[in-house]
């Protein structure tokens, strides 16, 4: 069998093995999120807030709970990392500077894991687990939680209230994330990686001398980085370090856990709404766009198109051997496609193609299928945009789900899509115009100016992933792409809940012969085509400056 | 006014408190107790898959290292060891430059791009050593026959395989240099050879540090 046939049978398994297992877990899901019975663990927790878990929010007090336990995150993590240096178990490593203190907090909080440290020599094991890897649960179940509160206001009519944000972030961490973490943590042991404390210690080499390892709970970090779709590494090389992904099973275990949520969130969708049809429409946008970017990346990758590729005859530049071309490049494709950013190879080294498609997959807003809930809310962003186009073509009111799309939620949807190309296009362009910053840059031509747009792109969406080369450690970048992060999370946050407080005040119109079947494939060939088109139109002038310029050359 | 503050004052409370609370879950009994059941049931793999020969620890078998000959005095970067099979370049490798008490490794890539001239340089500078180490009399190496993982450095630098290509393109030479017959050797190369996991998972691949370790049982024993 050849590397090519490999490549695609990995990507059929992950297609089979989500087929099976996204209809259980998002029922699960739909389920957890709608009962009124709360476990007794999660009353102590609640207790422990000091919160009523039942009492019904408005979108107004469901975005101020979002906020204040973001910032409180942000603070203490920034706190955490600043006091590293008298704290016990930190490996006597020194606290961490103020400027990547915030940029590293902010980061984390924001579901984003942009690291501008080196994890090895940065991070002890009480930065690392009791504050980096606790982000990476509550904020991919924050993203959970926003996600089902636009569900809800699909779901509901006549009332502006869409749960309560207490109770579905600690279900989330409880019932679904924590579960999941432990029996995946567990399976990825038995692979090799490594959950141990023993620190900094040296061992044995083949001819003599010894090498010195940073141990720490991989695993358990590990397997939350990939399932909350967070993706910051344990260690400076991420899921290409053998300690985090040391077999080729690991590798597509890992890719698995980065789509299981997102996937099955579409489940949870079609259930709640009371049509798991169109929750299928929606998992069939996600899907066609999945593996179309995948078969064009294992394109572009095996025909090694670039002057240091040809030479060597293969793109195996910082690439891992046992992932070959293949498992990298549906990893690349999964990592950019979702909020994730954690990398089993070095996307700076593909081809300038290969490296443009991780870039138009973050730009796409990662909705296909997306980061854990926020590729659900901007999916369900998109489809009322769509809905509206087609409205438009047709001349009629348009209404998804029951619910119209008049003027005040077209405008809130519009202003959702423009967040983040604003953000991404302004960083990028002031990066370039300044003096200093340019001189972070490590490769020439194109390629340098792609490392900076990729780094604004991956901030402001949320992904975490680099072109590495690109020296952000600097107070500018650490600031700027700090802030692009949390405004490029709790902006977009903002109108999905306004939306969502909107809906659910309604009452559901009903359907007629006129009304836009939103559960049949011609919705999904319009939602596929409304996604590519407003994204290309946006993106396209700084796409061919960077990576269609490497590309053509 | 007054109203507003003790409000926000409230709600960043229940925040912070909420925080700390899912800390302790998350943060403190979840890894705690991942690691308790990983020592127990998984120990050699939780504390880094360790590999002993000859009642010494020499390394993890997924964690790539170096075959050179010691540093002569004066000189700076060491050279290969030629008796032993090499692993894949790792130009992206880095040292601590905090915390600079530790000798650490730093995991990483070159992130050169498929563009970059100095990229190019590497890559023909490694194919001619390639072809330098590995040319035995009778038995030319071409540029066409060295594999692009030989050439390349990987995502981690630490990448502890080699393709099954690149070890038989090794076999002659290591074979002269421990007076070995090469199909010897290239027996052992066949047997430390790993297929796809279930046929199509990942590449074939051969792990460097148990070839090796193979290598110097057959020597020793003859």
Redesign the interface.
């Known amino acids: 069998?050849g590397?090519v046939?490999?490549g695609v049978?990995?990507m059929l398994?992950l297609i089979g093995a989500l087929a099976v297992v996204h209809a259980p877990l998002g029922n699960h899901m739909a389920r957890i999120y709608s009962s009124p019975r709360h476990l007794r663990v999660e009353k102590w927790?609640y207790k422990?807030?000091?919160?009523d878990p039942d009492t019904e929010m408005r979108w107004t007090a469901y975005l101020?709970?979002v906020l204040?336990?973001?910032?409180?995150?942000v603070?203490?993590l920034y706190l955490l990392q600043r006091v590293q240096g008298v704290l016990p178990g930190s490996?006597?490593?020194?606290s961490v500077e103020p400027a990547q203190a915030f940029n590293t907090a902010a980061s984390f909080v924001a579901n984003t894991n942009w690291q501008s440290y080196?994890g090895?020599?940065?991070m002890g094991h009480v930065v690392q687990?009791?504050?980096l890897?606790?982000q990476n649960?509550?904020s991919a179940a924050v993203g959970m939680a926003v996600a089902v509160a636009l569900v809800r206001g699909f779901a509901r009519a006549r009332t502006g209230e869409l749960g309560n944000f207490?109770s579905d972030?600690?279900r989330g961490?409880?019932r679904v994330?924590?579960p999941l973490?432990?029996l995946g943590?567990?399976v990825l042991?038995?692979?090799?990686?490594?959950?141990?404390?023993?620190g900094?210690h040296e061992?044995?080499?083949?001819?003599g001398g010894p090498?010195?390892?940073?141990?720490g709970?991989v695993?358990?970090?590990e397997v939350?980085k990939e399932l909350g779709t967070n993706g910051g590494g344990y260690?400076?090389?991420n899921s290409?370090?053998?300690?985090e992904n040391?077999?080729?099973?690991t590798?597509?275990f890992e890719i698995f856990l980065i789509l299981l949520i997102p996937v099955s969130l579409t489940r949870t969708f079609g259930v709640m709404v009371g049509s798991v049809r169109q929750g299928y429409a929606i998992l069939a946008t996600m899907a066609t766009i999945w593996v179309g970017f995948v078969g064009l990346m294992m394109w572009t990758e095996f025909a090694?198109?670039?002057?240091?590729?040809q030479?060597?005859?293969?793109?195996?530049?910082?690439?891992?051997?046992?992932?070959?071309v293949?498992?990298s490049s549906i990893f690349a494709v999964t990592t950019t496609l979702t909020s994730t950013g954690a990398?089993?190879?070095?996307h700076?080294?593909?081809?300038?193609f290969g490296?443009g498609i991780t870039m138009l997959g973050m730009m796409l807003g990662e909705i296909a299928p997306g980061g854990v809930g926020s590729g659900l809310y901007g999916m369900l962003i998109m489809a009322i945009i769509a809905v509206f186009i087609a409205g438009l073509m047709v001349g009629r009111t348009p209404e998804y789900l029951g619910k119209k799309i008049g003027p005040r939620e077209i405008k809130l949807a519009a202003v959702y899509i423009l967040i983040t190309p604003a953000l991404v296009l302004v960083f990028t362009s002031l990066s370039m115009a300044l003096p200093t910053p340019p001189n972070s840059m490590?490769?020439?031509?194109a390629?340098g100016f792609s490392e900076v747009l990729y780094a604004f792109t991956s901030a402001a969406n949320n992904n975490g992933s680099a072109?590495?080369?690109l020296n952000a450690n600097t107070d500018w970048f650490n600031t700027t792409t700090g802030l692009a992060m949390l405004l490029g999370r709790f902006l977009p946050m903002v109108f999905v809940l306004a939306l969502a407080g909107s809906l659910a005040g309604q009452q559901p119109v009903p359907a007629t012969a006129g009304t836009l079947r939103t559960e049949k494939p011609m919705f999904t060939g319009l939602l596929v085509g409304a996604i590519l088109i407003i994204v290309g139109l946006t993106y396209f002038p700084v796409l061919a400056l960077g990576p269609l310029a490497?590309g053509l050359? | 006014m007054n109203n507003s503050v003790s409000n926000t004052a409230r709600?960043?409370?229940?925040?912070?408190?909420?925080?700390?609370?899912?800390?302790l879950?998350?943060?403190?009994i979840?890894?705690l107790?991942?690691?308790g059941?990983?020592?127990a049931?998984?120990n050699g793999?939780?504390?880094?898959?360790?590999v002993s020969?000859d009642g010494?620890?020499?390394?993890?078998s997924?964690?790539?290292?170096s075959?050179?000959l010691p540093l002569e005095p004066g000189q700076e970067t060491p050279e290969r060891?030629l008796k032993?099979f090499q692993g894949?370049p790792a130009n992206?490798l880095?040292e601590?430059?905090?915390?600079t008490?530790?000798?650490?490794?730093?995991?990483?890539?070159?992130?050169?791009?498929?563009?970059?001239?100095e990229?190019?340089e590497?890559?023909?500078a490694a194919?001619a050593a390639v072809i330098e180490d590995n040319s035995v009399p009778g038995h030319p190496v071409e540029r066409?026959e060295?594999?692009?993982?030989a050439?390349?450095?990987?995502?981690?630098?630490?990448?502890?395989?080699?393709?099954p290509d690149y070890a038989d393109l090794q076999v002659p030479r290591v074979a002269r240099e421990n007076g070995l017959s090469v199909a010897k050797v290239r027996g052992l190369v066949d047997r430390h050879t790993q297929g796809?996991?279930l046929?199509?998972?990942?590449?074939p691949?051969v792990n460097v540090?148990a070839l090796?370790?193979a290598l110097e049982e057959l020597v020793t024993k003859g």
């Open positions: 069998m590397p046939t490999a049978l990995q398994a927790i422990g807030i000091g919160a101020r709970g204040a336990f973001s910032f409180a995150g603070l203490f490996l006597g490593f020194d080196y090895e020599q940065t687990t009791a504050g890897a606790v649960f509550v207490w972030l600690v961490v409880v994330l924590v973490a432990v943590a567990l042991v038995a692979c090799g990686v490594i959950q141990n404390f023993s900094i061992v044995g080499q083949f001819l090498q010195q390892w940073n141990g709970a695993a358990s970090q939350i260690f400076n090389a290409a370090h053998p300690f040391p077999t080729p099973f590798n597509l090694h198109q670039g002057p240091a590729l030479a060597a005859g293969g793109a195996m530049e910082g690439k891992e051997l046992r992932f070959g293949g498992g990398v089993d190879s070095f700076s080294s593909y081809t300038g490296g490590l490769n020439p031509g390629h072109f590495a080369g490497e050359a | 709600l960043l409370g229940a925040g912070l408190r909420a925080l700390l609370v899912l800390t879950v998350t943060g403190v979840y890894p107790a991942v690691t059941v990983a020592q049931l998984f793999k939780a504390n880094g898959s360790e020969a010494r620890v020499v390394g993890s997924l964690i790539g290292q075959y050179n060891d032993w894949r992206g880095g601590n430059t905090l915390n008490r530790y000798r650490l490794i730093l995991s990483g890539a070159t992130n050169r791009a498929a563009d970059n001239p990229l190019v590497q890559v023909r194919q066409s060295i594999p692009a993982d050439v390349t450095s990987s995502g981690s630098g630490l990448d502890p395989d080699i393709s796809r996991t046929g199509f998972i990942g590449e691949r540090l090796n370790i």
